[in-house]
Nanobody, 113 residues
Framework: VQLQASGGGLVQAGGSLKLSCAAS????????MGWYRQVLGKQREPVAL???????EYVDSVKGRFTISRDNTRSTVDLEMNDLKPEDTAVYFC????????WGQGTLVTVSS
């Protein structure tokens, strides 16, 4: 499956952004989709994941601020990010796991203080 991410940009601390990821095929049966992020020089880390049963997991640092959602009819997964902090600055990658790992291209999110 090919993934196309969009929605990154520059925002001030406390602001909001929405990332969207469009898949190239039907994702109803894709077990896990989500978003990872990576800061230069650090490992890529999972931010938010959502199963095909709509169960979600978040890294502790974004709980209460980020919301992941999945629309199987449109084959999209979105990440609503609120109350952004400078430490959220990273390249965000769309992710899918379906008998293999798939990545979208990164989209840069920059949060200024």
């Amino acid at each position: 499956v090919q993934l196309q991410a969009s929605g990154g940009g520059l925002v001030q601390a406390g602001g909001s952004l929405k990332l969207s990821c469009a898949a190239s095929r039907d994702v109803k049966s894709v077990p896990i989709m989500g978003w990872y992020r990576q800061v230069l020089g650090k490992q890529r880390e999972p931010v938010a994941l959502i199963s095909n049963m709509d169960s979600t997991e978040y890294v502790d640092s974004v709980k209460g601020r980020f919301t992941i959602s999945r629309d199987n009819t449109r084959s999209t997964v979105d990440l609503e990010m609120n109350d952004l902090k400078p430490e959220d600055t990273a390249v965000y990658f769309c992710y899918a796991y379906d008998r293999g790992t798939y990545w979208g291209q990164g989209t840069l999110v920059t949060v200024s203080s």
